[in-house]
């Protein structure tokens, strides 16, 4: 069975720091790859996705990930953060395009002044 | 308005009450999700339906009932409510608006079980 594997469950940064959020699947193919973040109290939205080509994706408010197939891996990173960026964020993936995700627990970011 | 709509937002309940939490999208998408959200567990799919009439069990099904008459709507229900079932509920849908897949999420039903 398909899984996602965040395994950090909280990162704290300084404020204009770089940032790498961990994020390992379990698949047999090369799966659909999802970042989402959610802001306390919030919905989930959509940084970016990875479906294939480039295996560097960018995303919205500066963020991107790389897909790295020999270690099942696709880290999201950014390379400054900002105080707003404080915020929960999941991994996900789909094996296809149904999209029926599968989530990772979630990393919980919080970024110090 | 076009999107993916959950009602109701919030719900205070009673163990062993039944309780229906809605979702309706205007994309006439097929597929559509229900997730719960539970701190530590992420998000986790409790049923999903592939197109009218044709639904089938997630990771965490138990519990819960679901329905797809129509397209656009596919409602949860939880026939008798556990406070184990107090969550956050998302629900979902996938398929493509002006050419493109998309996948879109709504904004949560808070259901309380006490």
């Known amino acids: 069975a398909q899984s996602v594997t965040q395994p950090d469950i909280h990162i704290t940064v300084s404020e204009g720091a770089s940032l790498e959020l961990r994020c390992n699947y379990s698949y047999g193919a090369t799966p659909y790859l999802f970042w989402y973040v959610q802001s306390p109290g919030q919905g989930l939205q959509l940084l970016l996705k990875?479906?294939?080509?480039?295996?560097l994706v960018q995303g919205i408010k500066g963020f991107e990930a790389e897909f790295k197939r020999s270690q099942s891996s696709f880290n999201l990173r950014k390379p400054s953060v900002h105080w707003s960026d404080a915020a929960e964020y999941f991994c996900?993936?789909?094996?296809?395009?149904?999209?029926?995700?599968?989530f990772g627990s979630g990393t919980r970011l919080l970024v110090r002044p | 308005d076009a999107g993916i709509t959950q009602s109701p937002r919030y719900k205070i309940t009673e163990t062993g009450r039944q309780v229906t939490l809605m979702c309706h999208q205007t994309?006439?998408?097929?597929?559509m999700f229900w997730y719960r959200q539970d701190l530590g567990h992420g998000l986790r799919l409790i049923y999903y339906s592939a197109a009218a009439d044709i639904t089938d069990k997630g990771e965490v099904p138990d519990g819960y009932v679901v329905s797809r008459s129509k397209t656009e709507n596919f409602p949860l229900t939880l026939e008798s409510a556990t406070r184990s079932q107090t969550s956050v509920y998302f629900c979902?849908?996938?398929?493509?608006?002006?050419?493109?897949?998309?996948?879109?999420f709504g904004a949560g039903s808070r259901l309380t079980v006490l």
């Open positions: 996900a993936v789909a094996t296809d395009s149904s999209y029926k995700l599968i």
């Open positions: 979902a849908s996938s398929g493509t608006v002006s050419g493109a897949n998309v996948l879109t």
């Open positions: 994309w006439s998408h097929s597929y």
């Open positions: 990875y479906f294939s080509g480039d295996t």
